[in-house]
């Protein structure tokens, strides 16, 4: 496993995986407590970062732009998530939260700490 570090200077794994981009979202989602997909030039991926950052949450971020194969996981990305908007999406314990406006919801109605804590990204 080779690992790239992208801006926010969280690790970013590369493998090779099979040539399904939901099948490899899928994999990349399930491999840490907080996975984010984003683009590295997107103002709403950068307020999510910083929620989860502000949080004490320590996400994997994928910047889908320095990815090879991001044209691919972005359009499934687009396919999971039923609308033209694909970033950011977050995934938390390996389940699908949502954009973010679903992110920015479960934040306010208090969802989203107990998440966080049943999925191992928070201990307090």
Same mark, same amino acid.
């Given at each position: 496993?080779?690992?790239? =570090?992208?801006?926010?200077? %969280? ?6 995986? @099979?040539? /399904?981009?939901?099948?490899r979202v899928a994999? *990349? ?27 004490? =949450?320590?996400?994997?971020? %994928? ?6 194969? @991001?044209? /691919? ?6 396919? *999971? ?5 694909a970033v950011p ?30 999925a191992g990204a928070?201990?307090?």
């Amino acid at each position: 496993m080779h690992y790239q =570090v992208d801006s926010w200077g %969280y690790y970013m794994p590369r493998m090779s995986m @099979g040539s /399904d981009p939901m099948e490899r979202v899928a994999k *990349l989602a399930s491999e840490s407590a907080v996975v984010i997909f984003s683009l590295s030039s997107c103002c709403m991926c950068h307020a999510v970062k910083r929620l989860f950052c502000g949080l004490g =949450v320590n996400p994997t971020v %994928y910047e889908l732009d320095q990815d090879p194969r @991001g044209k /691919d996981m972005e359009a499934a990305l687009m396919r *999971l998530l039923g609308n033209s908007q694909a970033v950011p999406v977050v995934f938390v314990g390996g389940k699908l939260i949502g954009a973010m406006d679903r992110v920015m919801a479960s934040h306010i109605n208090g969802t989203l700490v107990p998440l966080l804590k049943e999925a191992g990204a928070l201990w307090l």
